[in-house]
């Protein structure tokens, strides 16, 4: 039987959530200027009070909520990463990963390419931007170990940079994601190809281009039709 303090840690647990639930479903409706603390509170069915006595201000709402969207695509690409035997495996295996990812988080991603619009110019502070950079510093996709453990296994080409690689791999990867999460419907409409079908000549393209064995066999098959529309 919980005791009185683990229940109304219980409950503070749950209250938070749901404000964040709240908070996360108001974001991807609106646009974020147009969005309160108010508009949260009531959405969440408590006042603004309450509010406040789990969260100081609307930054830090968005900066708890940015860092779960972060956490959750790197971990479904990282834990497949680690099945993988040599770098290359394991590049290839994360890249799979983003390919999941795709289907199964776009709210996470579009939230992060909402992120990325809104403070696009400059973070809110300088306190922000160092919390948010320690936030996913050491807890992030994990491009770079596995790049360097295959320069060093020899299944992937040792002549790149690998924390620029990692950096090439870690943006390339991110803003595809967004841009089909947001406009992929749009993509599709505009120009006949399936945005899935553009994440996934994405992965292999990543995934092949730096190994020393590359497989070009990956690339071939029924490609979409493209259809132009005028």
Request: aromatic fraction near 10%; proline fraction near 3%.
């Amino acid at each position: 039987m919980k005791n009185w303090n683990e229940e109304i840690e219980e409950i503070r647990v749950k209250r938070k959530e749901y404000i964040l639930q709240s908070a996360k479903k108001l974001l991807l409706e609106k646009d974020w200027n147009e969005v309160t603390i108010g508009n949260i509170a009531a959405e969440a069915g408590i006042s603004r009070v309450t509010l406040y006595k789990y969260f100081n201000s609307m930054q830090d709402i968005i900066f708890e909520l940015q860092v779960r969207s972060l956490r959750e695509i790197a971990t479904q690409m990282n834990r497949l990463g680690q099945k993988g035997s040599t770098g290359a495996e394991r590049l290839s295996l994360m890249m799979q990963g983003m390919l999941e990812v795709y289907r199964d988080q776009k709210e996470q991603i579009r939230f992060v390419a909402m992120f990325d619009h809104h403070y696009r110019f400059t973070f809110p502070s300088e306190e922000f931007r160092l919390n948010y950079k320690a936030a996913i510093q050491h807890d992030f996709i994990d491009f770079r170990s596995a790049i360097r453990e295959g320069m060093q296994d020899g299944s992937l080409r040792a002549e790149f940079d690998p924390d620029l690689l990692a950096e090439m791999f870690t943006h390339s990867v991110l803003s595809l994601l967004s841009r089909m999460a947001v406009r992929g419907h749009l993509i599709q409409k505009q120009w006949g190809l399936e945005p899935e079908e553009v994440v996934r000549y994405l992965t292999l393209f990543l995934s092949e281009f730096t190994k020393t064995s590359p497989n070009p066999e990956l690339f071939k098959g029924a490609r979409p039709q493209v259809v132009h529309d005028d």
